[in-house]
């Protein structure tokens, strides 16, 4: 895998986790699955104690920290370390000096190669990557 597209992945998922943790320390319950995440009661808005702001949808949320936005979907099984070409486009794209231009179209083509070669496999709806345990 490209380096630089491994240093997007990793640094997606350590803002998500920190997303998470905030979520967790403002009293949001986690979720065993996506669909337990898109059926909660929790309210669609809100702002956390640390001023971070998020927006819950379908089967993820949208989060505003202090370090920038980050919008991540819960696995089948309520995983935080799943990603797709629009949510590391998205994320990347703010921060072009660290991760250079780049479009939704060649990440998205990137992950579907490295998933072909079983550097990434998906999850049982297909929507999310996930890392393979030997990538």
Known sequence: MDPG???????Y???VARAVLELRGSG???????RGWALNAMPQRGTLP????????????HVTLAEGEVDFD??????I????GWRLWRYAEPRSDTYG??????????LAALHAK?????????SLYYLSHDA
Not at 5 to 11: F, G, H, Q, T, W
Not at 50 to 61: I, L, M, N, V
Not at 81 to 84: E, L
Request: hydrophobic share 30%; glycine share 14%; proline share 3%.
């Open 13 to 15: 998922r350590s803002t």
């Open 101 to 110: 231009p780049t479009s939704y179209a060649a990440l998205s083509d990137e």
């Open 81 to 84: 370390d799943g990603f797709d």
């Open 50 to 61: 640390s001023g971070a702001t998020y927006a819950k949808h379908g089967y993820g949320c």
């Open 28 to 34: 949001v319950l986690l979720p065993d699955s996506n």
């Open 118 to 126: 079983g550097v990434l496999r998906k999850d049982v709806q297909g």
């Open 5 to 11: 597209l491994r240093k997007l992945i990793e640094d």
């Open 74 to 79: 819960f696995g089948d099984n309520g995983e």
